[in-house]
């Protein structure tokens, strides 16, 4: 089954520790993205990728890193989490047929930081 | 910068009739608008794409206006049911991004 898959699910943590999302479509699409999600906000990008090795700023970045190594895998680092980054997550990919393709939603990461 | 713009408020309609979703955009000259639909707990899911050049796109009971001058897309659900209660979320889309609304809640009663 093509789908975009994001683990944990949930996850509760403290301020300060490092904690990474991941990540993962099995669609073989270039492109890869991170958003998040908070309410009366809408879906706010963090990060893109457009290939293997190649990452980008989206519109929400600081307090957060990416990473590329292989074209199925995107994780989404958190270095040193603040409440302020409490959200739900969503991974996204699309096929390489240009930027009006449908995007695939992973089903969310929510986190809470304490 | 970029605003989009949907109805903050829930859109309550009885079962049957035609829901009609609205998004407005400023500050922006998309290539193309597309809309999702998203359940509680549950990732956003395509619904449709309408692309600059094009007035209306249909698809099944949805149909989708894009209206560039106005800077407006219209979503339509006709013969709603109440299957169809969801968040209906619009995104502006540009090279390599897509800007999404808040979205709306649409509840489709019995």
């Known amino acids: 089954e093509a789908q975009v898959t994001q683990n944990p699910r949930y996850l509760i943590t403290v301020t300060g520790k490092k904690l990474t999302v991941t990540c993962s479509q099995n669609?073989?699409?270039?492109?890869m993205s991170w958003y998040r999600q908070d309410p009366g906000l809408g879906l706010r990008q963090i990060y893109y990728?457009?290939?293997?090795?190649?990452?980008d700023k989206g519109d929400v970045p600081e307090g957060y890193k990416v990473s590329r190594k292989e074209k199925r895998n995107f994780p989404l680092i958190l270095e040193s989490p603040s409440p302020n980054q409490t959200s739900l997550y969503f991974c996204?990919?699309?096929?390489?047929?240009?930027?009006?393709?449908?995007?695939?939603f992973g089903p969310g990461t929510r986190l809470t930081v304490l | 910068s970029q605003k989009i713009e949907q109805n903050s408020e829930a859109l309550n309609i009885q079962e049957g009739k035609t829901a009609t979703l609205t998004c407005n955009y400023t500050?922006?000259?998309?290539?193309?608008l597309q809309w999702y639909r998203q359940d509680p707990g549950r990732g956003p899911v395509f619904l449709l794409l309408?692309?600059?050049?094009?007035k209306e796109k249909r698809k099944e009971r949805l149909k989708v206006t894009f209206d560039t001058t106005l800077k407006q897309s219209l979503f339509h659900i006709t013969a709603s049911q109440p299957a169809d209660s969801a968040t209906y979320l619009c995104?502006?889309?540009?090279?390599?991004?897509?800007?999404f609304g808040a979205g709306t809640r649409l509840a489709v009663h019995p």
């Open positions: 995104a502006l889309g540009g090279y390599n991004k897509l800007i």
């Open positions: 309408i692309r600059e050049n094009e």
């Open positions: 669609m073989n699409h270039e492109y």
């Open positions: 996204a990919s699309r096929p390489p047929s240009g930027g009006a393709s449908e995007q695939f």
């Open positions: 500050n922006y000259s998309p290539a193309y």
């Open positions: 990728s457009m290939n293997v090795e190649v990452t």
